[in-house]
């Protein structure tokens, strides 16, 4: 199958059902089986699930792409060897990051839940052309990338993980600051930003902020 066809929801379902690490091996750069160049898409995705992951504080080594011919047997043994070493040395999801079980439920649902907007800024505004892997790590390690990655996914994705959380219960500013390790004054902008667009609410009688 062309990497091609790896989508960011299969690697999110991974991740959300216990897995601990995800790799994806695909035919050489420029060297497509399918001539379709899927490879590309492929990395463009992973480039971008890595900072999402390092965004909600999981570690973004979890997640692997390699490129190799199918005649390079030896060396796909090596890299997956090594990748598995990795995910072992760094432990189980979520427990090594500090992270609770509901608070990575709730981050990775946020991710989930985002999934249709993310593919459509990606295509649009996101996705690197380029010809190489170090083009591409450059662009995704850029000043102008992380520009467009707070403008575009980064303030959603805080929102949409308040607005789960408040499902489950009413919270404080500061206890919502908690679970999420974000700064109370950017919780409190996120909050007055979901109230305007009524997505959220204060309740005044337990000082609390809940979902509509």
Excluded: W
Aim: proline content about 2%.
């Amino acid at each position: 199958m062309c990497t091609g066809r790896i989508d960011l929801a299969h690697v999110i379902r991974a991740f959300t059902n216990g897995t601990d690490g995800v790799f994806i091996g695909g035919c050489r750069l420029n060297e497509c089986n399918y001539i379709t160049h899927g490879n590309f898409y492929a990395l463009n995705m992973v480039l971008l699930c890595k900072k999402m992951m390092e965004h909600i504080g999981i570690n973004p080594e979890r997640l692997r792409i390699e490129f190799m011919s199918s005649g390079e047997g030896n060396l796909f043994a090596e890299v997956v060897d090594h990748f598995v070493k990795t995910v072992k040395d760094i432990g189980p999801l979520g427990k090594s990051e500090g992270l609770d079980e509901n608070g990575l439920k709730v981050n990775l649902e946020a991710i989930t839940g985002l999934i249709p907007y993310i593919r459509l800024v990606e295509s649009e505004r996101l996705k690197g052309h380029f010809t190489t892997l170090e083009e591409y790590q450059e662009f995704y390690s850029s000043v102008e990338f992380d520009r467009l990655f707070k403008e575009l996914i980064a303030d959603k994705l805080a929102i949409s993980r308040i607005i789960l959380l408040l499902r489950e219960k009413a919270l404080s500013t500061g206890e919502i600051s908690e679970v999420l390790g974000l700064s109370p004054s950017e919780i409190s902008k996120h909050l007055s930003n979901s109230a305007k667009l009524g997505l959220v609410r204060y309740d005044e009688s337990r000082k609390r902020f809940a979902s509509v």
